[in-house]
């Protein structure tokens, strides 16, 4: 039997540049992990190479082009880290990116969703944010925010949150829900 499939949704903020823990720790619990970028954390944070080695995929930027293969039907999703502009657009409805296409089809399948938002306390006291958060977890995605999940730092400061934030509620919550739903 092979490994459940997991998506892993790279948002450009700063923990993406410790990706390789989320990785390991998903591979650690049994998951075949494929990696899914966005521009911002392509072009600010990724080593692709060094991704594609780790998880034994290629990482996929864009839509899917002529001759490229389909990713593989994912069991559960991890959004991590999950930017402010991503969990606002996502809520929206907006699908300007692979990535927010990808969730955009996703949610709608109903496969288990987690979000690790990075955001600090500015941001996260926006009423659009709020409201952003509150229509995913409507719509039956499991978003990590406030205790439990991952604290908004004061701005100016996310470096300094780097070593607590939260990879491993994001994979329990993923891997609950799919084994709930029989899928591990």
Not at 59 to 72: E, I
Not at 86 to 102: C, E, P
């Amino acid at each position: 039997m092979s490994a459940p499939v997991l998506y892993l949704m790279i948002c450009g903020a700063g923990p993406a540049d410790h990706i390789d823990r989320m990785v390991k720790l998903a591979q650690a619990d049994g998951w075949d992990v494929w990696c899914v970028a966005t521009p911002a954390a392509v072009e600010h944070f990724l080593d692709l190479e060094a991704l594609e080695v780790l998880s034994g995929h290629p990482v996929r930027t864009g839509h899917q082009r002529a001759g490229q293969p389909a990713l593989p039907e994912a069991a559960a999703v991890i959004v991590a880290p999950a930017t402010y502009n991503t969990i606002n657009k996502w809520a929206a409805g907006i699908a300007d990116t692979y990535v927010l296409t990808q969730l955009a089809e996703l949610t709608g399948l109903g496969v288990p969703i987690a979000v690790l938002p990075f955001v600090n306390t500015a941001l996260a006291n926006n009423r659009p944010f709020r409201r952003s958060v509150e229509e995913l977890r409507e719509s039956g995605v499991t978003v990590l925010f406030g205790e439990g999940g991952f604290v908004p730092h004061p701005p100016r400061t996310g470096g300094q949150v780097m070593e607590t934030y939260p990879w491993g509620a994001a994979l329990s919550a993923v891997s609950d829900r799919a084994s709930a739903r029989g899928e591990d």
